[in-house]
């Protein structure tokens, strides 16, 4: 079922998860284990990251380096059709641009859909890591409008070969990323909106947004959004803050700042332990909050803490 569907059909606000395709040589079982705690609360969706092959310095026995190409997280797709199978609930696969070519992204899409799989979440993706910036492929996409669009002629029996015009029709439901703080890339909020919109003109169905720690970005965004004429689902994207690391390193990762309340918090703890509690008590101040305003989905990006998630999310329901 599409996202947009389980959304106009809920009576109260929906939950979904985030998880990464478990490390290659982990085996699926470990993604299991990740998402059993967590499908008591009975998500209407479960997203599914993609993570594009990066080149790295192997050591050869002499002592020289060799560079090879490694995915450290295949299979997106086939986990998508796995957890669909096992836990019967919809999954929503991350397509980037990044690492395809048209006609990768034209297979791949044809793919999904012999595996029943309703929804794409569309993006860009971020540099490899041996780049500086974003480099899209040859003959690829160079932005989530791009391959939106391709997503979109799909849905309407558009090919890249002519000859198949009008022959089998795609029905993805799209998403796209939003930022209430700003794409880092971007030179302002303002025009980091109109890329957005460009996006749900162009046919997204709705927005799921970066991270954020502070509820009043996210209200503030979708006023922002409104007031640009973005009318689709705005999808709040949540996450815990579990080590005092965090507190440099989801910053510099995504562009985002943590609340001077939450950040003095954290410092004054004197263990993980005890970062721990005051995320998961943050998370679920937001959580409330965020359900209150009758946002449609609230979304947890459940990286490495399932069972933290799973007690916030307890207190909810
Ligand atoms: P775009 O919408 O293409 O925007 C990228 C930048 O270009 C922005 O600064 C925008 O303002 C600007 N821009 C857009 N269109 C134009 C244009 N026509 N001309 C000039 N500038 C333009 N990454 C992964 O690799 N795998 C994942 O699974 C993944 N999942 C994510 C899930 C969510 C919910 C979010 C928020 C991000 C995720 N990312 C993932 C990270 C994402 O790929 C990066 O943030 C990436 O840098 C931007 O992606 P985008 O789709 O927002 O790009």
């Not at 957890?83 to 048209?102: A, E, Q, R, S």
């Not at 509820?215 to 006023?223: E, L, T």
């Not at 970062?275 to 209150?292: D, F």
Request: charged residues 25%; negative net charge.
């Amino acid at each position: 079922m599409k996202v947009t569907d389980h959304i106009a059909q809920a009576k109260e606000t929906l939950m979904s998860f985030e998880v990464l395709p478990p490390l290659k040589g982990k085996g699926i079982e470990a993604l299991y284990t990740h998402l059993n705690p967590l499908m008591e609360f009975k998500p209407a969706f479960i997203n599914v990251t993609y993570h594009r092959s990066e080149h790295v310095f192997k050591k050869r026995v002499d002592g020289t380096f060799e560079k090879v190409i490694v995915r450290k997280r295949p299979g997106t797709e086939s986990i998508c059709a796995a957890i669909m199978n096992k836990y019967n609930v919809d999954t929503v696969p991350h397509l980037i641009c990044g690492g395809f070519n048209i006609n990768d992204t034209e297979d791949a899409l044809i793919n999904l859909r012999y595996l029943g799989i309703d929804n794409v979440l569309v993006l860009r993706g971020d540099a490899a890591k041996n780049e500086t910036a974003f480099e899209p492929e040859l003959g690829g996409h160079k932005y989530a409008s791009e391959l939106l669009k391709q997503v979109v002629d799909l849905n309407a029996g558009i090919y890249l070969d002519d000859e198949l015009k009008g022959t089998h029709k795609t029905e993805f439901c799209i998403g796209v990323a939003g930022y209430p703080e700003k794409h880092f890339e971007a030179p302002n909020l303002d025009t980091d909106l109109q890329y957005l919109k460009a996006k749900v003109d162009a046919g997204a169905d709705y927005i799921i947004t970066q991270m954020f720690f502070d509820n009043k970005k996210y209200f503030a965004f979708v006023d922002a959004c409104k007031a640009a004429g973005i009318n689709v689902p705005i999808i709040p994207g949540l996450k815990p803050i579990y080590t005092k690391k965090q507190l440099t390193i989801l910053p510099k990762t995504f562009s985002i700042e943590l609340p001077t309340d939450l950040s003095n918090e954290v410092l004054k703890c004197k263990s993980d332990e005890e970062v721990e509690k005051v995320g998961a008590a943050w998370l679920l101040q937001q959580s409330k909050e965020l359900k209150e305003y009758g946002v449609p989905v609230l979304h947890y990006y459940t990286l490495g803490r399932p069972v933290l998630i799973a007690d916030v999310v307890k207190q909810l329901v």
